[in-house]
């Protein structure tokens, strides 16, 4: 199995940017394939950002699209999230998950990080 904490999250004002960080640890010789899904309050969890074991397969939700890069560092074992242009819409507790099938970014999801909060303020 893997372990995953994400941090970088906080307070931010409107129009900022945060770069969030998902660290992995335990079985991390998989090639896994690492996302981003948040939880606004009130709200689904809803899929964000994702990125295969390669780097060649991304996928971004609409409402981020343009304002978000996902990247990693397989030697590291870090995926990270760098998120622009923060709305209050992007208020959020942001997870990091993984899924063993490392050559798509549609799960499934198994393994998943207990969150980092987001707050954009105006």
């Known amino acids: 199995q893997v372990q995953l904490v994400e941090s970088g999250g906080g307070l931010v004002q409107v129009g900022g940017s945060l770069r969030l960080s998902c660290a992995a640890s335990?079985?991390?010789?998989?090639?896994?394939?690492l996302g981003w899904f948040r939880r606004a309050p009130g709200k689904e969890r809803e899929f964000v950002a994702a990125l295969t074991w390669s780097g060649l397969s991304t996928y971004y939700a609409d409402s981020v699209k343009g304002r978000c890069t996902i990247s990693r560092d397989n030697a590291d074992n870090t995926v990270y999230l760098q998120v622009n242009s923060l709305k209050p819409e992007d208020t959020a507790v942001y997870y990091c998950?993984?899924?063993?099938?490392?050559?798509?970014?549609?799960?499934?999801?198994?393994?998943w990080g207990q969150g980092t909060q987001v707050t954009v303020s105006s």
């Open positions: 335990g079985r991390t010789s998989s090639r896994y394939t």
């Open positions: 998950a993984a899924s063993t099938k490392g050559d798509t970014v549609w799960g499934p999801y198994l393994y």
